[in-house]
């Protein structure tokens, strides 16, 4: 299994630029999230989703979009880019609550720049 | 919003020494998850902590939730050169949305 992914690894964009980051994960989860992680900072929400279909705001929402479209990938898109939002990316995925871990799986991180 | 904040933020440790990073919430908390981030790395699942007044142990790491769940420590003895990275304490919402603390970074000096 490879557990879980992230495609691009390294992106360097211009303001106002756009992109798409992919997570994609073989565990058959139902819950997966993306997160921002800053220097000195810990990682914080951005969106998350709950199942196929379904996504719901995080801590961090603004300037970002995400699609659930099939329950395998979770894609989080960068409309209009700005130097803000120069970041390592992490995508987590993880079983549902009540089960005896809710242990959440973390992809490896794009490194995005923003010019 | 629920937070929780960890302490210290850095620590230098010669190899050998003891190490302790601890995390306090304001609120009660349902459970407490632990995870370490090696330099350049991804978070990596530790343990999760949900009775008050638990106690785990990992070989040379213990892990403590509180007897009142708003506060938790992550102990390590003996420190070794592979410990070195960011734990982090996190807690998690019934929603399974997670909130990580700002992190404790371990240098350990060989």
């Known amino acids: 299994n490879a557990g879980v992914t992230q495609t691009p690894k390294f992106r360097v964009l211009k303001t106002g630029q756009s992109m798409t980051l992919l997570c994609a994960q073989d565990?058959?989860?139902?819950?997966m999230y993306w997160y921002r992680q800053d220097p000195g900072m810990g990682l914080r929400l951005i969106h998350y989703s709950v199942g196929e279909g379904t996504t719901a705001k995080g801590e961090v929402p603004d300037g970002y979009n995400v699609s659930r479209l099939k329950k395998q990938n979770f894609l989080l898109g960068l409309e209009s880019a700005a130097p803000s939002q120069t970041s390592v990316y992490f995508c987590a995925s993880s079983y549902p609550e009540g089960l005896p871990y809710n242990e959440q799986f973390f992809g490896p991180g794009t490194r995005l720049t923003v010019l | 919003g629920q937070q929780v904040m960890q302490i210290p933020q850095y620590q230098h440790v010669q190899e050998g020494e003891d190490f302790t990073t601890y995390c306090n919430s304001s609120t009660t908390l349902s459970n407490i998850q632990w995870y370490k981030q090696r330099p350049g790395g991804h978070p990596v699942f530790l343990i999760q902590l949900v009775k008050s007044g638990e106690v785990k142990k990992q070989k040379r790491l213990t892990f403590q939730f509180g007897e009142a769940k708003k506060n938790s420590s992550l102990h390590i003895t003996a420190t070794q050169t592979t410990d070195v990275g960011t734990y982090f304490c996190?807690?998690?919402?019934?929603?399974?949305?997670?909130?990580f603390g700002q992190g404790t970074t371990l240098q350990v000096k060989p």
């Open positions: 565990m058959n989860h139902e819950y």
């Open positions: 996190v807690s998690s919402s019934n929603t399974g949305k997670l909130i």
